[in-house]
């Protein structure tokens, strides 16, 4: 069976620091036990690591870097989207998701999973993308119950 690879965004990487119990966290250890293949852009990783200086404390970050350490995540590069690439996200998605929507674009997965109820999930000019944009919880229940 080949293990579904997933796109992640910062916030799941914050969710998943700050709680143990959560959909988040579920999400990175069903990558740690080699079921799902997690992937990111290291644009995510630096949003997710000063936001949790920010919001928790620099206590946190060691929780956060142990997990990025356990996980090593693969690491999707962007450096090849063109301008013209840019500006179209620019015209659908707020100017912080571009990274996150390119890298989920260049690495094919099939699914982004965020906790971005604002400017992603239900982002209906991102209908057509080429994966499907969900929260952890709906990923765990729909795709591996």
């Known amino acids: 069976m080949v293990k579904p690879r997933v796109f992640l965004d910062?916030?799941?990487f914050v969710a998943a620091t700050k709680s143990p119990?959560?959909?988040?966290?579920?999400?990175?250890n069903l990558a740690k036990e080699k079921k799902i293949e997690i992937v990111t852009v290291r644009h995510a990783l630096g949003e997710a690591e000063r936001n949790i200086e920010l919001k928790f404390g620099?206590?946190?970050l060691l929780d956060y870097y142990r997990l990025l350490i356990e996980l090593s995540p693969t690491i999707q590069s962007i450096k090849h989207a063109t301008i013209k690439?840019?500006?179209a996200l620019g015209r659908v998605v707020p100017r912080k998701d571009i990274p996150i929507t390119l890298g989920a674009l260049h690495s094919k997965c099939a699914f982004l999973i965020t906790l971005d109820k604002k400017d992603l999930l239900g982002n209906k000019n991102l209908i057509g993308f080429p994966f499907k944009i969900i929260t952890p919880g709906e990923f765990i229940q729909k795709y591996l119950i």
């Open 10 to 12: 910062a916030n799941i």
């Open 21 to 28: 119990q959560g959909g988040s966290r579920l999400i990175l």
């Open 85 to 87: 690439d840019i500006l």
């Open 58 to 60: 620099r206590g946190y």
